[in-house]
């Protein structure tokens, strides 16, 4: 599977190889010399025990594909989630593909001969939207992803705030201690109540009736079913619930929320826009703003990484 | 009244008058060219409309006392609450002392001719704390202070995270929606449950029995009272869950507690400690540390501040 690309550019520059390891799918791109990523190859994030060595192979095949095609990368951008320490290139901890301490920048470095720019996929996605998306020019920002988790990527005077890896984690963070019981092992975090899953899941669970996605719970309670607007409320109000904290401990001056669920348009911001100036914090109230950059929102930042990597 | 001072110095360097400015009271004091403070003169911080005035007037009289007695401070610190632009040496805004955008480092300098280091009492009490007391060393931190409000000073990578003064506001996070309802309009904030006049509010409203303070609260819990009992858990779980969303969004390594409640010592971090392990976000759990620096870091920071706007 391909897909088109965001009408975006870095500029001119170095030709970089451009690599997204997510959760459940991986996409490959390149970077060119004038600053575009060409179109996307969406492929299965390998999974099992030798997954590392399969990830890095992919990334080497990719790097050796567009040498042959006459496009020899200068750099590799890579970008995978879990727990990411970019400074030293190492990917600290992916639960979901159980990985733990590997040196993904000194591996494919030792395989291509490149410097390799490392980063966590939610906080390079924000990256992107800070330096080439919607909170292009802003200094004190919150990207919030919404889909089936949620994480932020944080910036504080336009610096990331990455905690060594462990910063940003917003969808475990408890908006209500009586709320839906989390993966996590506490009860009424974010995530278990407002994320794309977990908005189809509540419903389900309420009705008895499966949903193919937040997208079609947000359709019913357009059409008039309580029980859909019930949950789809709820979850506005955990987010408010949510942004309000960050109001409160880092006062972001503009939160973007990217994601699957950000795709609802004025049915979430508008709601949400109101949930969180009834209450925030004595304080300032963050402007909300839609993801701009859009779905390769990792691969565009993978690719700025890519060309700060180059000495 | 004056008080003794922590054993706490910053070595050689310029003498610093140094004054802290709070809600209540505002504390005088100097730093002597080995680094160590003098003696603190506690007076009541002036109210009323010419507010400003009386606080400028009160650090020049304090600059010219030093003078006379032949010890000439090099450079001004001087700390108030509220939204402060440290950068720019103007006090944005205070609720309490009703001001707003006090030019306080012009209006100081142009009547003594020395550099002023300016800056938020908790902010410059938590980097007393990051350089000379409990964080020393440490890069992630959180110093929580919780006397009649609350406050966080946040630092990130051992940098100070302000948001244009906006920041560490953790006293106005929402702990559980369902809360007492706070000063600031929103129901479940941090300070309307666990802060030291919150403590003794709430078990006065729950008794009828007006009490000194929260510490009475405590002794009255140790002595088998279950309605004081009730009150003070119901704080630590608030300060628990206060201290998880710090976890999750910026995950500090380290949370210093100070102000009033962190005296209760054992009585706090023992089930403090264990609360915040029970449900920390899937991540680093941060370790509680009581303050060290005491009573006196707001002054200390402003020593620290004084000698660094020395050119």
Redesign the interface.
Known sequence: MTSAVADVDLGPGAAVAVVDVGGTDTKTSMLDASGRLSEVVHSPTPRGPDVVERVVDGVVAHVEAMRAAGTPPQAVGLVVPG?VDSERGVAVHS?NLGWRDVPYRELITARTGLPVGFGHDVATAGRAELVLGAARGER?VAVVVVGTGIA?A?F?DGVP?L??G?????G???????GAHCV????G?LEAIASTAAIARRYAAVTGEAVAGSREVLERAQAGDARAREVWDGAIEALA?GI???A?????QVVVLGGGLSRAGDALFAPLTAAVAR?V????VPELRPAKVGAHAGLLGAALLGREAIA
């Open positions: 727990i639960e004190d932020a944080l504080v705030l905690g060594h462990w910063a940003g984690e917003l475990h963070s408890v908006v209500d201690p009586r996590c092992g506490a009860d975090c619930a309000r904290q960050l409160a401990i880092l006062s972001p209450h914090p004595p304080h300032r």
